[in-house]
T-cell receptor, first 112, second 116 residues
Framework: KQEVTQIPAALSVPEGENLVLNCSFT??????LQWFRQDPGKGLTSLLL?????REQTSGRLNASLDKSSGRSTLYIAASQPGDSATYLC???????????FGKGTKLTVNP | GAVVSQHPSRVICKSGTSVKIECRSL??????MFWYRQFPKQSLMLMAT?????????EQGVEKDKFLINHASLTLSTLTVTSAHPEDSSFYIC????????????FGPGTRLTVL
């Protein structure tokens, strides 16, 4: 059974700092991995989707890497801004299915 | 593209009543829709998967007679919480995939259910 762990559970940084969020998963037989952002009381916004054949994906100040063999992914946020404050979730498929298994998320606070 | 909406965004009801939540794909045909539940400070947990025109597949531990799912069209799925109790209070989120967007799930904004 796929399990997803995200470390740290919470992170507080000053504005402008670069930071890394970590995600690990137990079953490396995945075909993709997604990073999402969730604002309080809101739904999910997809940030990046990495296919299993890719090692990283970039979107603006965000860069996500994937190391399938070690069961790890990182989300790098450059020059953080207060607007980046949210909970970041990673998710991977359960086995070869379309069902997603989510981590508990990392709650990020960027202080002005 | 790939917009998913949910209605209502927030609902408060009395214990014992039933509540229906709608999930719509606005600009694509969703052959598959998923329903998740999220308790405070917890992760999203998949409740069920529904394919258009067929019965939903429920995850282990989810009561199908309590959480009725209907996916009658390619753009609409509904979740009905029957005889709701306070422990059903949660954040319910749907997602959809299909058509041009068949390789990933797109999520709705969620529905906050509070049962008094």
């Amino acid at each position: 059974k796929q399990e997803v762990t995200q470390i740290p559970a919470a992170l507080s940084v000053p504005e402008g700092e670069n930071l890394v969020l970590n995600c690990s998963f137990t079953d490396s037989a995945i075909y993709n991995l997604q990073w999402f952002r969730q604002d309080p009381g809101k739904g999910l916004t997809s940030l990046l989707l990495i296919q299993s054949s890719q090692r990283e994906q970039t979107s603006g100040r965000l860069n996500a890497s994937l190391d399938k063999s070690s069961g790890r992914s990182t989300l790098y946020i450059a020059a953080s801004q207060p607007g980046d404050s949210a909970t970041y979730l990673c998710a991977v498929p359960q086995g070869g299915s379309e069902k997603l298994v989510f981590g508990k998320g990392t709650k990020l606070t960027v202080n002005p | 593209g790939a917009v998913v909406s949910q209605h209502p965004s927030r609902v408060i009801c009395k214990s014992g009543t039933s509540v229906k939540i709608e999930c719509r794909s606005l600009d694509f045909q969703a052959t598959t829709m998923f329903w998740y539940r999220q308790f405070p400070k917890q992760s999203l947990m998949l409740m069920a998967t529904s394919n258009e025109g067929s019965k939903a597949t429920y995850e282990q531990g989810v009561e199908k007679d309590k959480f009725l799912i209907n996916h009658a069209s390619l753009t609409l799925s509904t979740l009905t919480v029957t005889s709701a109790h306070p422990e059903d209070s949660s954040f319910y989120i749907c997602s959809a995939r299909g058509g041009w967007y068949n390789n990933e799930q797109f999520f709705g904004p969620g529905t906050r259910l509070t049962v008094l």
